[in-house]
């Protein structure tokens, strides 16, 4: 399987806390997206870093890429409870059209 | 308001019946995806076409139909073949076949076999 690993499985902080999560795939890829998920609903899209960029920002939300580690981080800053969600990411290997999604970290923030 | 519509939320099925969720999108994209979620499991692919009248299999078609006979329609037939059919059924578009980039989602359908 191509699909990508998430790490941790399960984060639980404290509102105000950073929450970091990291995600690893297999295969050489295009681009690497991060989307959130609240429970029950469908996803939605936050960030997109291709493969020839490093760091990616986006309002509270960091996103790192390390092609030679085959790995990606999300940084959340100042977390509030309404970021309280599942987090996946998701590649999109040069190999064809089809997007792999990892599988997934529980985020809790606590008021 | 453009986006992706799937019915029903949540459906019911007694085993050996077929089922059919509907897709439809306003965004006018070419490519259109099914994904199955299960607990623990993240999403995986079951089908996916890139222009009408084609789709191609993902990693779990085993037991599930496609059509796309119109750019905004994608609907997913889960057979009496499928032997686990009960999870949570996510539907998505992106712009261009061929161009990987934004996916945007449905809300989801609910599949329970009693």
């Known amino acids: 399987s191509q699909q990508g690993e998430e790490d941790p499985q399960a984060l639980s902080i404290q509102e105000g806390e950073n929450a970091t999560m990291n995600c690893s795939y297999k295969t050489s890829i295009n681009n690497l997206q991060w989307y959130r998920q609240n429970s029950g609903r469908g996803l939605v899209h936050l960030i997109l870093i291709r493969s020839n960029e490093r760091e990616k920002h986006s309002g509270r939300l960091r996103v790192t890429l390390d092609t030679s580690k085959k790995s990606s981080s999300l940084l959340i800053t100042a977390s509030r409870a309404a970021d309280t969600a599942s987090y996946f990411c998701?590649?999109?290997?040069?190999?064809?059209?089809?997007?792999?999604f990892g599988t997934g970290t529980s985020l809790t923030v606590i008021p | 308001d453009g986006g992706i519509t799937q019915s029903p939320k949540y459906l019911f099925r007694k085993e050996g019946q077929n089922v059919t969720l509907s897709c439809e999108q306003n965004l006018n994209h070419d490519a259109m995806y099914w994904y199955r979620q299960d607990p623990g499991q993240g999403l995986r692919l079951i089908y996916y076409s890139q222009i009408v009248n084609d789709f191609q299999k993902g990693d779990i078609a085993e037991g599930y139909s496609v059509s796309r006979e119109k750019k905004e329609s994608f609907p997913l037939t889960v057979t009496s073949a499928q032997k686990n059919p009960t999870a949570f059924y996510l539907c998505a578009s992106s712009i261009r076949a061929g161009e990987t980039g934004e996916l945007f989602f449905g809300e989801g359908s609910r599949l329970t076999v009693l």
């Open positions: 998701a590649t999109d290997p040069n190999t064809g059209n089809q997007f792999y």
